[in-house]
């Protein structure tokens, strides 16, 4: 274990120093579970941002959803401009 010191607020120090109290650990070990719930949660975030982007980029390369072929080849740019 590695020590760590910090300068805080004197109320904050005394919120942090009353909310471990009540929960029966010192605030260092308060502190310390804070910091760890923070980072999981942070790495959660994190890891469900890269599953929404690369869902978003497989529906990009995934294509339309819908034929855009014509007789089994891709229209001319004539083709895809004229009007109907």
Request: charged letters at 30%; hydrophobic letters at 35%; glycine letters at 2%.
């Given at each position: 274990m590695r020590n760590l010191t910090i300068s805080i607020a004197d109320?904050?120090?005394?919120?942090?120093e009353r909310k471990a109290a009540e929960t029966g650990?010192?605030?260092?070990?308060?502190v310390a579970d804070l910091l760890k719930s923070n980072?999981?949660?942070?790495e959660q975030i994190a890891n469900s941002e890269t599953k929404r982007?690369?869902?978003?980029?497989?529906?990009?390369?995934d294509g339309p959803m819908?034929?855009?072929?014509?007789?089994?080849?891709?229209?001319?740019?004539?083709?895809?401009?004229?009007?109907?």
């Open positions: 109320d904050l120090m005394q919120e942090t650990r010192t605030a260092s070990q308060y980072l999981a949660n942070a982007r690369l869902e978003a980029l497989q529906r990009i390369f819908w034929d855009v072929t014509e007789n089994g080849r891709m229209p001319t740019a004539e083709e895809r401009n004229a009007r109907r």
